[in-house]
């Protein structure tokens, strides 16, 4: 690692870092800390693409550790050569989930700049935002950001370098980026957001950077599988018809496994939002195996697991098999386009079993509309008898209706009436099943942020500002609704005032 007084010193068990200067120099902000900011492969894959441009260096900014005890003010610099952020030509960010929208404005403030875009002259370096966020709802990003790109950014990417490099103003330039395909300029467009950008086939499989002992998945080398999903659940933002399926051939994959980060990385991570619908999946898991990796898969649908491909995942290393039956029962997850039956799980049990599993866990959700009793009971009776053939870990999270989905106006159910739902499931499998669950309260927040327009954005920076408690969100959010009653749902209210993709389509 070449030698810099001001380099980060979590940069030092970093593999793959990039260290060069340029003429142009950006900083890729990741708005949580670097174990986080490690997991995200769309971040890699960005960094990489602007730092392979002729004339241009990036360099990344994340969040110190122990910023989240809120006694951090800063100041806040890049990772490679500790620069502040106000020093960089522009300012971009990745974004991939609601309560991370603060953090985006505290970076900017911990960095010298003024967090609001309306107190940044135009001189000021332009701040660009996109990320997984930008497939449902942006709109509370607007009272922060200058401009953001819409969905998936590779070929945006090009349009965006070469208009920067342009050397038009500020303003010249925010214009000419308003009339390009995916870009949002709140400045220029208000409320009418532009369509999601969906990448070509020729930019897939994504290719990590970096490994890191100090990232969410330790030392393991991101590759990316296949993008989309061919499915059609009903809550997903990621579903066939928003983001349809693309598939790279099986020798597209392997063969990034020989070259790069991959070549010494001890585990390789495949990504994607369906990967094991992805139909090469196994052979890129034997490619892996053959090669001394240790494996990790982003998802795993239980309805595609046999024999081969459970044996695969414990010869690479796991020793705990996760499946989503994202539903109470079956007749829940027939309303949602899940399609997965109790058979399906229960054969998954038997599976890890067989091949030495230690356990199994599975994810739902709860507080979908015309949940009934019978939907919990058939819930209690599958855990009790998974739990009978191998333990089980369930994990819990509130259902929080996103954009861009046939359930972007379903209700979020009332915190308390969730947390007597959760009681009962403790109550029912404390004995035989180890239960989690995400805290209705903060699924409550990030279901404003994913509904709310940009004075929602704004409420949340204040709560945040006061100590970021829920209660700081509670008084925050109840001020903004009594002062205007349709903030809650004003990101569909405004889809459908502008006619865009709207909700047309999405049932």
């Known amino acids: 690692m070449p030698a810099h007084s001001r380099t980060h010193p979590i940069l030092r068990a970093e593999q793959g870092t990039i260290y060069h200067r340029a003429s142009s120099e950006m900083v890729l902000c990741y708005p949580n800390n670097y174990r986080v900011a490690g997991a995200s492969l769309g971040y890699q894959v960005v960094y990489n693409a602007l730092n392979s441009r002729q004339g241009l260096s990036c360099q990344r900014a994340v969040l110190p550790d122990d910023a989240f005890e809120l006694t951090w003010r800063g100041p806040l610099r890049s990772l490679e050569h ?238 705990t098999l996760t499946v989503a039956s994202d539903a109470a029962s079956e007749r829940l997850r027939r309303q949602i386009m899940k399609g997965l039956r109790p058979k399906h799980f229960l054969r998954t049990a038997e599976l890890a079993r067989a091949v030495g599993m230690k356990q199994m866990k599975l994810y739902l959700m709860i507080g979908y509309p015309d949940e009934r009793p019978e939907d919990y009971q058939e819930l209690y009776e599958l855990c009790e008898t998974i739990s009978s053939r191998i333990p089980l870990v369930v994990t819990i999270s509130p259902f929080v209706p996103k954009l861009h989905t046939p359930l972007a106006e379903a209700p979020f159910e009332q915190i308390a009436s969730q947390m007597r739902k959760l009681k009962a499931i403790q109550k029912r499998l404390r004995r035989r099943v180890e239960v989690r669950f995400d805290s209705p309260r903060w699924a409550w927040i990030e279901y404003r942020l994913s509904q709310g327009g940009m004075a929602t954005g704004m409420a949340a920076w204040e709560a945040f500002r006061r100590g970021g408690q829920f209660s700081a969100y509670k008084r925050a959010f109840r001020a903004l609704d009594s002062d205007q009653e349709s903030e809650e749902r004003a990101a569909v209210q405004a889809a459908m005032k502008h006619n865009l993709w709207a909700l047309s389509g999405a049932r």
Not at 145 to 171: F, H, I, T, W, Y
Request: net charge negative; aromatic share 8%; proline share 8%.
């Open 82 to 319: 500790g620069m502040p952020l106000g020093g960089f030509d522009v300012v971009l960010f990745s974004i991939a989930y609601e309560l991370d929208l603060p953090h985006l404005a505290w970076m900017l403030e911990a960095g010298g700049m003024a967090p609001l875009a309306m107190d940044r002259s135009d001189k000021a370096a332009p701040v660009i935002v996109g990320g997984p966020l930008t497939q449902s709802n942006v709109l509370p990003l607007g009272p922060f950001v200058d401009v953001v790109v819409m969905g998936e950014a590779e070929e945006a990417l090009e349009v965006l370098l070469d208009r920067l490099e342009s050397g038009m103003p500020k303003p010249d330039f925010l214009k000419a980026l308003s009339t390009e395909k995916g870009f949002w300029v709140p400045s220029i467009h208000g409320d009418a957001i532009p369509d999601v950008l969906v990448a070509r086939g020729a930019h897939i499989p994504a290719r990590g950077v970096w490994t890191s002992p100090d990232a969410e998945f330790r030392d393991m080398a991101l590759l990316e599988t296949s993008r989309g999903c061919p499915r059609y659940c009903k809550f997903c933002v990621v579903r066939a018809p928003a983001s349809p399926m693309r598939s790279p051939e099986l020798d597209r994959v392997v063969s990034a496994l020989d070259e790069g980060i991959y070549r010494d990385a001890p585990r390789v991570g495949f990504v994607g939002a369906a990967v094991s619908d992805w139909p090469h999946i196994k052979g890129a898991l034997q490619a892996a195996i053959d090669r001394g990796k240790g494996i990790g898969i982003s998802s795993l649908r239980a309805d595609r697991l046999d024999e081969t491909f459970v044996g695969l995942l414990h010869q690479g290393g796991y020793r």
